[in-house]
């Protein structure tokens, strides 16, 4: 079920207030990655022509897809973007509190002051008691801007 809901709930461009979900191929065989980067460990390869779930953007080189029921990095260059037949038929919903799906496992840390907190996760839209966007894609939940998102690539964009 979980795998299904990846496929309804990725999000294309982590900034952007219009968000919809986009359809796309590759243009040429590609490697899905764990994390953005040429060095990052490899998923599966792509092969070309085949249809791919275009997620966020998480810089000009990287962006988070959905294929065959796998989530991983794929680069830019070599991605293509469907027409859309009905751009309006799927709106996703991201305002804050709105029915935020997780994209990848829920895990927890333990604070400098003792408190269990939500490690940064990948959601559909913003979840409630986030408190930053990270350049990873992921949602932060950390209680104080110190080491908010420092093993995800930092902060992108604070929301309280």
């Known amino acids: 079920m979980r795998k299904i809901i990846i496929f309804i709930s990725v999000l294309f461009g982590v900034l952007t207030a219009n968000a919809q979900l986009l359809s796309g191929n590759t243009t040429a065989n590609l490697n899905l990655r764990e994390k953005p980067g ?3 460990p490899i998923i599966t390869t792509i ?3 085949k249809g791919i779930i275009i997620g966020q953007r998480v810089s000009d080189e990287w962006t988070l897809v959905t294929y065959n029921k796998q989530l991983g990095y794929v680069y830019n260059k070599y991605i ?3 027409p859309q ?8 919903k991201t305002k804050k509190n709105s029915a935020a799906i997780p994209l990848s496992p829920i895990k927890y840390y333990t604070n400098s002051q003792r408190e269990k907190v939500q490690s940064p996760t990948h959601y559909s839209s913003i979840p409630p008691g986030a408190t930053a966007i990270c350049r990873d894609g992921t949602y932060s ?3 104080n801007r110190r080491g908010a998102c420092s093993h995800h690539g930092g902060v992108a964009k604070w929301l309280k």
């Open 47 to 49: 092969p070309k022509g």
């Open 38 to 40: 040429k060095n990052q």
């Open 141 to 143: 939940f950390s209680h």
């Open 80 to 82: 293509a973007i469907l």
């Open 85 to 92: 037949e009905k751009p309006d038929a799927l709106p996703l």
